[in-house]
């Protein structure tokens, strides 16, 4: 197969996150404060790197080698490209991939999970390599990345997923199979040990999993079965004590108490591998209310885990913005009339809306493979039912932009419009879905055998009888719903913003939804463009969103809300797995987007450094793969 469409995208469009302005307000404690979470957030680089892709690391080392002086800073990069004698074009080719790499923390996509390779042939490659500042260092690292690098064979690897499937992932060794997850998750439940922070590895002798903590030992237990299973505590023990050591450093310049105790609730959570504490450090970070320099760190979102229940790390800090602020903290007052008019019974609401804070924020520091425009944490629900959750909208990562976007697919009438109103419907549609992330009850059985809910009282909506189902102990939602957890769950949120005013799976579920509901409400047509081109044109028929539009979404957010609440994995999977269907005539038009997808942005951060005074300054970078390279070689971890 021709390698091409994996190729790395030839004109990214590099973002710069700014921040300084944010960050310059705060006082010497809190940029104290901010810059320890930050190095915090960061020193979890080469994990998500290890979760995604183990071989991704000699990949980050070689970029890094290549580009950077032996004393630790940006090489002359022209002199490079002149000492290499590659042509021009390829060596910007390098240059994009390298960025791009650095943007996602791997050779595959944050968004897609789909693996992407240089342009510049490896022979050129290897040029750049052997005329760079470190060269011994840097051909060895492309000897041993060369392979990795390159290779597209067999296709099935080119995806995040399963490894018995043929795809890759880093929570698994590629000999486990689907059966073996599903097993071992039985077991975790039994004991009470929460996969979160867990990769799991099949060995000679039985299983393996490791917990990420900076504490090492290991314990032995035996499944039901008889098999072996190996518990080993330390995973990324290197990582986890430096983060430590920046949490305790946080400590003194805490802002409040609630600070203090969710910092020494991470400190013994990163140290011992405990979720349970993870979650105490929730529970104190959400009555941290509105304070100056907002931030969370862990192992937060399951996305990428195609079993749902392994979460990757990921930590960010960000300053508030007081002006967007008061426009969410207005829509936060009336989330209670909103949530009212939800299309589910009263009884399948939260027992208490606790009033979400929501806050606009501006991102000084990210560690992730990809920045979100919002957030909705924490994701555990037994702290979210009765704390509630707090609701983020991330200010600079929406307002982004680089020069020459292009929007295709738009008709032209509809274009002046959608340029006008973008980023404002953006923001409200963000706050909106995240709103909608802390909204909706789940039914759960104790251990004691109680029940957390009224079962003579709740009736189900669809069918008009007593529950059926519900969450049994140790069960949570990702545990039961398993790879459509979270796609499951964008979908739910996604389905609010849209009903009150994710992601690829749960828009298209609800693409289908609005086209379904008929009455020529939404079309796509085929057609051509003017180079003679197969295009598409989405027309839309604004006179029908109120009688068309919302009740189809209604009816369909009624279902997910209920299979989701009444554990009802059965038939929540067939409805949502049945919806997101590709039907023949859609593959027809893959071509088509493919061919006019247009690259996602690469946000491009900045470096807080604590300097021999005690002051910490903010450098930020230029928006380019040359920016980015340096602010990952300045960053050193």
Known sequence: MTSGRYWA?????????????????????????????????????????????????????????????????????????????????????LLQYSGQFLGNLSNYKSFGDEKFIPRISSDDFEKVVAACEQRDEALALFQQSKHELYNVEPTAHNLLGYPDDGHLSGYYSDNVTKADIQHIQAYLEKVNIDPLNTRLFKTDTGFKLT??????????????????LTIVYGDFSNQMAR?????LASLPVAANKNQENMLTAYHKSFQTGSIEDHMESQRHWLMDINPHVETNIGFIETYRDPQGVR???????????????????NLVNQAP???????????????????????????????????????NIPNYTQVTQKFGSKNVSLGNVISASSPGEHFPFLLAADLPLYRRLKNAAFEVQVGTHELGHGTGKLFNEAADGSYDFDR??????????????????????????GGIASSYEECRAECIA????????????????????????????????????????IRLDRTKIKTVGRPAVAAFLEKLQVFKATADVEQGSNMYLETTRVPDDWLVMRDTVIRNKQPRKVYVQGNTWLGPDGNVTLKEYEASPVGMIQSYIERAV
């Not at 189900?460 to 009888?465: E, N, V």
């Not at 939804?513 to 598409?536: H, N, P, R």
Request: with cysteine; glycine share 6%; hydrophobic share 40%.
């Open 9 to 93: 995208d030839q004109k990214a469009p590099f973002c710069k996150l700014e921040a300084k302005p944010f960050f310059e307000s705060l006082d010497h404690r809190q940029k104290t404060y901010a810059h320890h979470m930050s190095r915090a957030a960061f020193q979890g680089t080469r994990i998500i790197m290890a979760q995604t892709n183990p071989q991704a690391e000699s990949i980050y080392d070689l970029i890094l080698k290549v580009f950077s002086t032996p004393n630790g800073q940006l090489t002359n990069v022209s002199a490079l490209e002149q000492r290499s004698k590659v042509a021009s074009e390829s060596f910007d080719d």
């Open 211 to 228: 917990i990420a903590s900076s504490d090492k030992k290991t314990e032995k237990h035996t499944l039901d079965n008889g098999t072996a």
């Open 243 to 247: 983060i430590n050591d920046h949490i």
């Open 311 to 329: 979460a990757e790390w990921e930590g960010f800090v960000a300053m508030v913005n007081k002006t967007q602020t008061a426009k969410f903290n």
């Open 337 to 375: 009339h909103f949530i009212s008019r939800l299309p589910w019974p009263a009884t399948f609401e939260r027992d208490t809306i606790n009033k979400p804070d929501f806050t606009s924020l501006e991102v000084l520091s990210f560690a992730t493979g990809g920045i979100p425009a919002g957030i």
């Open 456 to 481: 003579s009282a709740v009736i189900h909506p669809l069918t008009q009888q007593p529950l059926h189902g519900w969450y049994k102990p140790g069960q949570t939602f990702n545990s039961v719903f």
């Open 498 to 537: 849209l009903w009150g005013q994710a992601h690829m799976q749960a828009r298209y579920a609800i693409t289908r939804v609005l086209m379904d509901a008929g009455q020529d409400f939404v079309s796509i047509d085929k057609g051509y463009d003017e180079q003679g081109e197969a295009t598409l044109a």
